[in-house]
């Protein structure tokens, strides 16, 4: 049997909130937290028009997108588990 290097990945599980393709590849997981990245960044720009102080929007930025990004990267990198 032979099987090609470049063989596409169709099938794809959401496991403990990150999206993993059959052949191990984070590429469905990484759009899908751009566009909810997006979403949020848009709902941040409509509280600093409404007038949040700096402080209380660091606080949103950190929460629902920081957070967000930083879930799945000891998944994608192991020996980085520290966020310094």
């Not at 997006?38 to 600093?48: A, S």
């Not at 660091?58 to 967000?68: F, G």
Request: positive net charge; glycine residues 4%.
């Amino acid at each position: 049997m032979h099987f090609e290097a470049t063989t596409p990945c169709h099938a794809s599980a959401k496991l403990l909130g990150a999206i993993v393709h059959e052949c191990l590849r984070f590429d469905g997981h990484v759009r899908y937290i751009t566009a909810i990245c997006t979403q949020r960044m848009y709902l941040l720009k409509r509280l600093r028009d409404r007038r949040l102080p700096v402080n209380q929007l660091n606080i949103v930025y950190e929460s629902l997108i920081v957070n967000r990004i930083r879930y799945a990267i000891p998944v994608r990198r192991p020996g980085r588990l520290c966020y310094c």
